[in-house]
């Protein structure tokens, strides 16, 4: 077994600077929080989620106060810890500089990508895009998981058991297919592909890899796949802005469902919001 290797003490270069391992209780939270002043916005809901779901795990982010006993950082998981009202174990640290602040949270942090690289999986990006899109969609459903601000509805932790449990049987027979859409198609995210390819492929094997051959371009399209082609084309070369993942996902569903029951549309569009929006549809043959 390897030593650890330290290096030169310096607790006498901050003196006043104190770290500890402390259990922080939701009573405990609200007191700290009260100390709170001058920090950023709070974005607490996926570290509610890991508390709620039994996640919660030590790492080497600290629990940091001022010299004063302001709190300069851990708001978020103080208010998901008082929110929950769960206890958590954190490392703190007291006795900071206010000013110290501007140097906290400043490196990089670690994407679904990075965790899927260090577990030896290829295509890291793509894959960890195609499964953050399923898991949502797999617990809120299409609609509401397109919609940006709905991002955070599951937690890293989530996202990585589901694609370890998915990625053979949803996310690899997809993938490629995935990535083709979207060299083809720049005004659709990997992840709408995902979703939307995974429920096309669970309904019918032999109706999707028709569908999909037409839109890549493998042979030609009906009419309905055209007039999909043409909105998509046309969307990726939009310089002024391009549809909203929603609206992009809804086209293509109407696409699929008059393939699939042999409808001819006269008019593809899809109005999401004014006087008389429409519902967002449902995929044609069910959805779980």
């Known amino acids: 077994m390897s030593e650890y290797i330290y290096g030169i003490k310096a607790w006498d270069k901050y003196p006043g600077v104190t770290v500890g391992l402390e259990v922080i209780t939701p009573e405990t939270a609200i007191a700290m929080l009260e100390t ?14 890991a508390i709620e779901n039994g996640e919660w795990a030590l790492t080497n982010d600290m629990i940091v106060f001022s010299d004063e006993g302001k709190l300069l950082n851990g708001q ?37 990508a990075d965790f899927l690289k ?33 991002s955070s509805m599951v937690t890293t932790n989530e996202v990585i058991v589901f694609i370890e449990d998915c990625y053979d049987s949803r996310i690899k027979p997809i993938l490629h297919d995935c990535m083709a ?9 990997t992840g709408t592909w995902g979703a939307l390819l995974d429920a096309f ?12 051959g037409m839109l890549r371009g493998d042979y030609a399209a009906d009419w309905n796949v055209g007039l999909l082609k043409d909105k998509l084309k046309a969307n990726s070369e939009n310089k002024n802005g391009r549809y909203p993942q929603k609206i992009v996902a809804a086209l293509v569903i109407k696409t699929w469902n008059a393939f699939i029951s042999g409808e001819r549309i006269e008019k593809l569009r899809f109005r999401a919001g004014g006087a008389h929006p429409e519902a967002f549809p449902e995929v044609f043959g069910g959805w779980e």
């Open 181 to 189: 859409m979207k060299s083809r198609y720049k005004g659709v995210s």
């Open 36 to 49: 709170n002043e001058n920090n950023r916005a709070m974005k607490r809901e996926p570290l509610e989620r």
């Open 76 to 112: 978020n998981r103080l208010a998901a810890c008082a929110k929950t009202g769960k206890p958590i174990v954190v490392f703190v640290a007291r006795g900071f500089k206010r000013e110290w602040q501007l140097a906290m949270d400043g490196g990089v942090k670690r994407q679904v």
């Open 201 to 212: 492929k669970k309904i019918d094997a032999e109706s999707y890899a028709e569908f999909v």
């Open 118 to 150: 260090m577990r030896g999986y290829k295509n890291s990006i793509v894959v960890g895009t195609i499964g953050t899109t399923l898991c949502r969609t797999s617990k809120v459903g299409f609609e509401t998981a397109f919609v940006k601000k709905n």
